[in-house]
């Protein structure tokens, strides 16, 4: 992409894949909602759009979550997956040159998430994120495992986004020390592969499942230093800030009923003292 990107001399970029098609408008319509706001703030902005997965019904649960978040919710789930996915990515020029480009491997030995890297990048210099509400692209599934992402280590995608996190929310100041939510293999990758200096800033995981809960602590000594964390019950935690490191969508709305009983006990505020990171 990036020397497609340098041979190219347009003032506006349009992202598509090779197995990817896009509808015929697809372009006007990007174009129209980038330069909605301005040509000033055009130049910090990426549009993207909805999208429908060929073959129909593949990766569903993340293209109805994608396809599905509202203008705030682009940002305020950041944390979660790219919330404008890259294969609909429409931007001025600026936004490339800003963010330094794709981030490349020379050697090839590592598959690195380019696009979140690069997603990332853009949000920690001011970017900007909006999506037409149609459908423009046929976003091609391959489900033999030969396509590059399915070939990216879910740790490699975990730090990537625990980086993003741990410079725009883990260093202000409300988040000294903070609560995880979940101490199952999601939370509890989240607080092993924290930075030494954010780590210790978990003052407690907390759950629902009972099992987990008489185990007290989790405890963990093969990093350094080693993790020695009290887990509770959702309802006993007394103060946040919070993370969220279960996936919603998955338990008949049981956890989202749990998340909102707390956020509102405890009035916690979405993007602020509160996100979801899973």
């Known amino acids: 992409r990036n020397v497609g990107v340098r041979q190219s001399h347009g003032k506006y ?16 319509d990007q174009l129209a909602c980038l ?14 759009s909805g999208y429908r997965r060929i073959p129909e019904g593949s990766t569903w649960h993340y293209t109805a979550w994608c396809n599905n978040l509202t203008k705030e919710q682009l940002y305020l789930q950041q944390y979660r997956e ?3 996915i890259q294969p609909t990515w429409f931007c001025h020029r600026a936004v490339f040159d800003n963010a330094g480009g794709y981030d490349e491997n020379p050697d090839r030995t590592t598959i690195i998430p380019e696009d979140l890297l690069f ?9 900007r994120l909006k999506r037409v509400e149609k459908e423009l ?6 489900g033999d495992g030969s396509n590059i992402s399915s070939k990216i280590h879910r740790k490699v995608l975990l730090r990537a986004r625990l980086r993003a996190f741990e410079r725009r929310v883990l260093s202000t100041a409300p988040w000294r020390t903070f609560v995880v939510w979940g101490a199952g293999r999601d939370g509890k990758s989240f607080v092993s592969e924290l930075c030494p200096e954010f780590r210790g800033a978990v003052r407690a995981m907390c759950d629902v499942d009972k099992r987990k809960i008489d185990r007290k602590w989790y405890v963990n000594g093969f990093v350094e230093p080693p993790v020695k964390v009290p887990v ?19 338990t008949g709305g049981e956890l989202e009923q ?9 009035g916690l505020v979405e993007g602020v003292s509160f996100f979801h990171f899973s």
């Open 137 to 142: 692209i046929l976003y091609r599934h391959v």
């Open 258 to 266: 749990n998340v909102a009983w707390l956020v509102k006990r405890l």
């Open 119 to 127: 997603f990332h990048r853009h949000l920690d210099r001011g970017g």
């Open 35 to 48: 330069l909605e706001d301005g040509e000033e703030l055009s130049k910090r902005t990426i549009v993207g």
């Open 232 to 250: 509770v019950h959702f309802r006993d935690v007394t103060s946040g800030p919070v993370v969220c490191c279960v996936s919603m969508g998955r």
């Open 82 to 84: 790219l919330t404008v």
């Open 13 to 28: 970029l349009c992202f598509l894949d090779a197995d990817d098609v896009m509808m015929p408008t697809r372009m006007c």
